[in-house]
T-cell receptor, first 113, second 116 residues
Framework: SQQGEEDPQALSIQEGENATMNCSYK?????LQWYRQNSGRGLVHLIL?????REKHSGRLRVTLDTSKKSSSLLITASRAADTASYFC?????????????FGKGTKLTVNP | AAGVIQSPRHLIKEKRETATLKCYPI?????VYWYQQGPGQDPQFLIS???????DKGSIPDRFSAQQFSDYHSELNMSSLELGDSALYFC???????????????FGPGTRLTVL
């Protein structure tokens, strides 16, 4: 079953606005990460938040994690057209020592100039 | 800084043909992961190797096999290709680390496989 589910699936905003994307997961995790992917390109690691952390910042990015609700949010502030991409959350479930990532469906963000 | 290298970047094959995808991890990284991302889909874990041994297996078809060589590069071999195998195939590598500690995965640019 899918571990991470992104919400919304697609988001269209104007430059300068904030964009919030949510991710829910089903099992316990070691950590949760957010990745960015430009259309058909590679995955770029944005930020990692550990299961014992509640909030993390990196530049214009703010990530929250609520392990009681098994959910995370990614906030991009003061968005730019260059932020247009798909954003995936990925979890690292603590099972069998494996560190494979389980990705969610992704949110396609469009920032209009 | 050196990144994960994947070759080829694009590959077009016919149904029932075979394909070999190569991944060269970042130097001194000892773990390699393979992921498959179908059109409009999220990446799905296929298989991973640690120190040249298979460490985990995901939703990898029996028609696919992979290995990690002594120089830590990895190859994903795909046989009897089907139309549904058309996807982006990502390789990621991670460095040695403490047991139980998470080591970030660094992704390559991907190989786009098209099966006609």
């Amino acid at each position: 079953s899918q571990q991470g589910e992104e919400d919304p699936q697609a988001l269209s905003i104007q430059e300068g606005e904030n964009a919030t994307m949510n991710c829910s997961y089903k099992t316990s995790i070691n950590n949760l990460q957010w990745y960015r992917q430009n259309s058909g390109r590679g995955l770029v690691h944005l930020i990692l938040i550990r299961s014992n952390e509640r909030e993390k910042h990196s530049g214009r990015l703010r990530v929250t994690l609520d392990t009681s609700k098994k959910s995370s949010s990614l906030l991009i502030t003061a968005s730019r057209a260059a932020d247009t991409a798909s954003y995936f959350c990925a979890t690292d479930p603590p099972q069998g020592g494996s560190e494979k990532l389980v990705f969610g469906k992704g949110t396609k963000l469009t920032v209009n100039p | 800084a050196a990144g994960v290298i994947q070759s080829p970047r694009h590959l077009i094959k016919e149904k029932r043909e075979t394909a070999t995808l190569k991944c060269y991890p970042i130097p001194r990284h000892d773990t390699v992961y393979w992921y498959q991302q179908g059109p409009g889909q999220d990446p799905q874990f296929l298989i991973s190797f640690y120190e040249k041994m298979q460490s985990d297996k995901g939703s990898i078809p029996d028609r696919f096999s992979a290995q990690q060589f002594s120089d830590y590069h990895s190859e994903l071999n795909m046989s009897s290709l089907e139309l549904g195998d058309s996807a982006l195939y990502f390789c990621a590598s991670s460095p040695p680390g403490l047991a139980g500690a998470y080591n970030e995965q660094f992704f390559g640019p991907g190989t786009r496989l098209t099966v006609l």
